[in-house]
């Protein structure tokens, strides 16, 4: 398999004169130089190692869990965080410039920090004390955060596990620009389940996916955070035939899939071969497939086809044209990079995959940015619905047509 072309690091945002926007019949136009959240051409991706920190602003040296950046094409990994404590789950803004990440640097339970990730991260990570964003709700002594993810609006809102007094994980957002006042749960009462893991769709700001555990096993729901009313529905029953399983780990697709085959799903799941494989979905639950599939004559045919290692913690890059996801290697378990066919019926993994991380040490939780500003192909439109504050204009949000870096069609 070709290996997957260095497309370099993340530049910090710059806005100019050129980066402005106008509104045509409810849908801003921006030019062909703006970037959609969490799209674009396939950038570095951020990850958690146990690896000996070495680099020369680190004291140490230091075998906690630190965050480290590694462009999609492999190649040296740079440090973007140095603590000696757990850093954990990173996310990367939508615009690039930040990651917001869970970490005991504070000493005690995880909480939520944020921190530059610009052109060069040993020098972000030497000059830049990383932002404490978590912020305890009046009269509770203790809070644990973690599974941060940014919002597609781009206006630092971000959706979050949180944890009070030992109870039951529930969701919350905030607003990491202006974190206190802004917090609050997603469900205005407790659900009576554990619910973690939550990640925004990147084309719509009122959508979430989370994992909750449901009778003993955990599976994969969605929610409108505009609509109140109606509850979560459970993704994972509608395409798995109510099989007994652990899913978890969802991640969205960041277009809507080509020739209107709608946006799909990654997610793990315990359901075959003994341990967590990867799997896909429709938005809506259905058409759940194995990455990994069965080849015949060289074309997936559907079925499941075990890894010799348990595979977790899916991301899509990007152009929703690959995964990276963590397996354990003959030595420690690395940061992989699978191509991904989206034009594929059978929307399975082609090839071998790339490790991009190999070491001794354990390299796990990506996460996958885009490029900068500027480092962008020509581009072709697509949408991202927002929500706003009053019924209005497309019964609550609004549409954005910004420009998308041509798919690229890779060798397998």
Not at 173 to 190: D, I, K, L, Q, R
Not at 208 to 221: E, K, L, N, Y
Not at 256 to 282: H, K, T, W
């Amino acid at each position: 398999m070709a290996k997957r072309p260095d497309t370099g690091r993340l530049l910090p945002r710059v806005l100019t004169a050129s980066g402005a926007c106008f509104l045509v019949a409810g849908t801003f136009l921006f030019p062909t130089a703006a970037r959609a959240a969490f799209t674009g051409t396939d950038g570095p991706i951020v990850f958690v190692s146990n690896r000996t920190a070495t680099t020369p602003y680190c004291p140490g040296p230091y075998q906690g869990n630190e965050l480290f950046v590694v462009s999609p094409g492999g190649g040296t990994a740079e440090q973007l965080t140095c603590t000696g404590q757990q850093d954990s789950h990173p996310f990367i803004s939508p615009d690039g410039t930040e990651v917001v990440f869970s970490s005991t640097r504070a000493g005690g339970s995880p909480l939520l920090y944020t921190v530059p990730e610009g052109s060069n991260a040993g020098v972000n990570a030497s000059v830049t004390t990383p932002t404490l964003v978590s912020v305890l709700p009046a009269g509770d002594t203790s809070v644990t955060d973690d599974y941060p993810s940014w919002s597609p609006a781009g206006d630092g809102t971000i959706v979050f596990q949180r944890t009070i007094n030992g109870g039951t994980p529930q969701l919350w957002t905030e607003n990491v620009n202006n974190p206190g006042p802004t917090a609050a749960p997603v469900f205005s009462t407790p659900t009576g389940y554990s619910d973690t893991e939550p990640v925004y769709d990147p084309l719509n700001a009122n959508i979430i996916a989370f994992v909750r555990s449901t009778g003993g096993d955990t599976q994969i729901f969605d929610y409108n955070l505009s609509t109140s009313s109606t509850p979560p529905v459970n993704l994972s029953a509608v395409g798995d035939g109510g099989t007994a399983s652990n899913d978890s780990k969802p991640d969205f697709a960041p277009n809507q899939g080509p020739n209107g085959n709608g946006q799909r799903i990654v997610f793990e799941s315990d359901r075959a071969c003994g341990q967590l494989q990867l799997y896909s979905m429709q938005d809506n639950g259905a058409n759940q497939m194995p990455i990994f599939q069965q080849l015949n004559n060289g074309v997936p045919d559907g079925t499941q086809q075990c890894t010799s290692e348990a595979d977790e913690n899916p991301v899509y890059s990007p152009q929703a044209d690959a995964i990276a996801y963590d397996r354990p290697g003959p030595n420690s378990q690395d940061v992989y990079d699978a191509y991904y066919v989206d034009l594929s019926a059978m929307r399975a993994a082609i090839g071998t995959p790339d490790d991009l991380t190999p070491n001794y040490a354990t390299d796990d939780q990506p996460n996958w940015g885009p490029v900068s500003l500027g480092a962008q192909t020509p581009e072709s439109p697509f949408t991202v619905l927002l929500p706003i504050s009053s019924a209005g204009l497309l019964g609550g949000g609004i549409v954005i047509s910004r420009r998308r870096s041509a798919r690229r069609r890779l060798a397998s």
